[in-house]
């Protein structure tokens, strides 16, 4: 069992920035990919970006240049820092984390509950 509590949500201004942070706890042998995913009210839930272990990274194309993924191996933390927020940013953004209990069992993925943010003037 593993339990993701994500934290920073907010309400900002366009233009502004917002730093969120997931912590992962529980049964963590070694975590894989870590990411966050977004849902906006009536839409689908969409990657935003992830990390592999070998720290290759990747976002959507409306996230490149604006946020950044970053990951703290040591304190099972995903970071996600956001710039530049735009009014089209405004979701419900979710951490996910693939990780393994031990050395040979099947790698899984759990997801945090949620944290809201609102871009808006």
């Known amino acids: 069992q593993v339990q993701l509590v994500e934290s920073g949500g907010g309400l900002v201004q366009p233009g502004g920035s917002l730093r969120l942070s997931c912590v992962a706890s529980?049964?963590?042998?070694?975590?894989?990919?870590v990411g966050w995913s977004r849902q906006a009210p009536g839409k689908e839930r969409q990657l935003v970006a992830r990390s592999t272990s070998d720290g290759s990274t990747d976002y959507a194309d409306s996230m490149k240049g604006r946020f950044t993924i970053s990951r703290d191996n040591a304190k099972n933390t995903v970071y996600l820092q956001m710039n530049n927020l735009k009014l089209e940013d405004t979701a419900v953004y979710y951490c996910f984390i693939n990780s393994k209990t031990s050395r040979s069992s099947p790698s899984f993925t759990s997801w945090g509950q949620g944290t809201q943010v609102t871009v808006s003037s």
């Open positions: 529980g049964s963590i042998f070694s975590i894989n990919t």
